[in-house]
């Protein structure tokens, strides 16, 4: 099983940025998906997981109203659409799957079985 992010860069605050994982090695349709995110000097903090039952998504206090993650099973990819983006986005980005599963409240934890290398992603004037 291979997780690999794309998609991170610096952007200025109120910018978008669309985050990919690509995966490698498993059959998406068992597994619930979830994008998490470690900020400087913080530990890493659950943002967003979608359910491989029937696609519902939940989102942590830091994602909600600004992030939208979907997945496409027939690519064996999961995305993290941001939109107005702050400074305290500024982070590594991590995408992660396990086929407990473990998507079902905006309680997202780390227990995920899986997990890419991460993409940086600043937000900065």
């Known amino acids: 099983l291979q997780l690999v992010e794309s998609g991170g860069g610096l952007v200025q605050p109120g910018g978008s940025l669309r985050l990919a994982c690509a995966f490698s090695?498993?059959?998406?349709?068992?597994?619930?998906l979830a994008w998490f995110r470690r900020a400087p000097g913080k530990e890493r903090e659950g943002l967003s997981c979608i359910r491989s039952s029937d696609g519902h998504a939940f989102y942590t206090n830091s994602a909600k109203g600004r992030f939208t993650i979907s997945r496409d099973n027939a690519k064996n990819m999961v995305y993290l659409q941001m939109n107005g983006l702050k400074p305290e986005d500024t982070g590594i980005y991590y995408c992660?799957?396990?086929?407990?599963?473990?998507?079902?409240?905006?309680?997202?934890?780390?227990?995920?079985?899986?997990w890419g290398q991460g993409t940086q992603v600043t937000v900065s004037a």
């Open positions: 992660a799957a396990d086929a407990s599963p473990p998507c079902w409240s905006e309680d997202i934890t780390l227990t995920y079985d899986s």
């Open positions: 090695g498993i059959n998406l349709h068992d597994y619930d």
